[in-house]
């Protein structure tokens, strides 16, 4: 992909994090749960998002990491940039330094609608979307046990308990 294993694993734990009912406040553990993400690497991704305005984190012995904004508010974008900064999106397909509309590698010019396309699809594409995708996943695969099963998802991350 067009971004490194820091986003992907963020992307991975913020759209099981937005399957939780909004502002649940859930730990590290629970959100890496029955997955293959790091725990140390994940609780330095998830730090620097703290940092960078897209999770809270809350201490203590009921504490964890909280969606600082709705999941429909928060784009894969928004967090690629927070972990890897605006260039990721304009980096040559071939890794070249220099490669623009005026010096241009020999792929700009396939790849740049490519490009476009997937810029618009990950700065439409929002955590409750991706949370969406991954509820009608785990309907559809057989119910686990609670031994090891990890974090239950919520029916609708729209909803909220009363």
Known sequence: MIYGSSSEYAIRALSTLATWPDEAVVMLEDLIAGTDLPRDFMAKILQKLVHKGLLRSVRGRNGGFALARPAFEVTIADIVKALEGESVFNRCVLGLADCNDQAACPQHDLFKPIRQRLNDYLSTTTLADMAAS?????????????AGAGPQPIESATTRPD
């Open 134 to 146: 991954l509820r009608a996943k785990l309907a559809s695969q057989p119910r686990r046990t609670a």
